[in-house]
């Protein structure tokens, strides 16, 4: 049974860093593509960044392109954000997700989903 559980998050200053972990279990997820989400109050979930477990393109939304960085572990069979300069418009619920397809293009594309990690920027 695929797992994934976020951890993290929590108040940072506007212009500080956080580091958000996934830890994905329960398979083999070298052929996935893993991705985070983000859902601000009264908004939409929206798509942050996203990459191949195995290697090769990675996506940023233009929001946070140069801000944050995506990355994974394979010995800890962990994802990562780096999240640096961070904003109050950052402000939102982390969420990590796994798909097996690839290019994915839009968020039903996933097909596995943690629970979500608060993460909050204060002006």
């Known amino acids: 049974q695929v797992q994934l559980g976020e951890s993290g998050g929590g108040l940072v200053q506007a212009g500080g860093s956080l580091r958000l972990s996934c830890a994905a279990s329960?398979?083999?997820?070298?052929?996935?593509?893993m991705g985070w989400f983000r859902q601000a109050p009264g908004k939409e979930r929206e798509s942050v960044a996203n990459?191949?477990?195995?290697?090769?393109?990675?996506y940023y939304a233009d929001s946070v392109k140069g801000r944050f960085t995506i990355s994974r572990d394979n010995a800890k069979n962990t994802m990562y954000l780096q999240m640096n300069s961070l904003k109050p418009e950052d402000t939102a619920v982390y969420y990590c997700?796994?798909?097996?397809?690839?290019?994915?293009?839009?968020?039903?594309?996933?097909?596995?989903w943690g629970q979500g990690t608060q993460v909050t920027v204060s002006s």
């Open positions: 329960g398979r083999t997820f070298s052929s996935y593509t």
């Open positions: 997700a796994a798909s097996k397809r690839s290019p994915v293009t839009v968020e039903d594309d996933y097909d596995y």
């Open positions: 990459m191949r477990w195995g290697g090769g393109r990675t």
